[in-house]
C-alpha cells in the first residue's frame, strides 16, 4: 500500500488497517515456519507496509 493513500485514511481506519496487517504477518510467519510459504517476499512487503502505517499514524497524531 502506498503512502499517498495511507494520509488519505482517518486514525481509526488506519488502527484497523494495521491490526489486519499484523494478523497477516502472523499468518505469513506461521507459513514460512511450516515451510508452506511460495511467495516468501510477502513478508518482507508487509512488515514494511506496517512500517508505513505506523508512521502515518503518528504524523496524524502529532498533526491533531
Known sequence: ????????????AL???LGESREELFKLRF????????KTHRLREVRKDIAR?????????RQG
Open 15 to 17: 488502527g484497523k488497517k
Open 53 to 61: 502505517i505506523m508512521t502515518v499514524q503518528t504524523e496524524k497524531k
Open 1 to 12: 500500500m502506498k503512502t499517498a493513500e495511507l494520509r488519505d485514511l482517518d486514525i481509526e
Open 31 to 38: 507459513q514460512h515456519a511450516t515451510a508452506q510459504l511460495e
